[in-house]
């Protein structure tokens, strides 16, 4: 089983920005596709963005323009940088990881344990 670490989260104000970060340790060949989700209060969890191996984003319209994901493909790791942020981007967000590779030749989806981002008004 793999477990993703996320860091970054935090309390900023509307306007403020943040980088998320998020890395899959254990002995991984390969991910195809990192992304980050979020779950609001009340609300189900959506996507965010997310990267293909390849270097091909996906962005929901909400942070279109504001919002960043990155990845090193060699160190297994994936970044968001949100800017202009607003109070609505409240949320607590994942971190996921699809089709992964292991070094056994299993292959297994993985998610993060979370991390709050809470925006002031």
């Known amino acids: 089983q793999v477990q993703l670490v996320e860091s970054g989260g935090g309390l900023v104000q509307a306007g403020g920005s943040l980088r998320l970060s998020c890395a899959a340790p254990?002995?991984?060949?390969?991910?195809?596709?990192m992304a980050w989700y979020r779950q609001a209060p009340g609300k189900q969890r959506e996507l965010v963005a997310a990267?293909?191996?390849?270097?091909?984003?996906n962005y929901a319209d909400s942070v279109k323009g504001r919002f960043t994901i990155s990845r090193d493909i060699a160190k297994k790791t994936a970044f968001l940088q949100m800017n202009s942020l607003k109070a609505e981007d409240t949320a607590v967000y994942y971190c996921n990881a699809k089709d992964i590779l292991l070094v056994s030749r299993r292959r297994l989806d993985a998610w993060g344990p979370g991390t709050l981002v809470t925006v002031s008004s």
């Open positions: 254990g002995s991984i060949l390969s991910i195809n596709i």
């Open positions: 990267i293909s191996s390849s270097g091909i984003t």
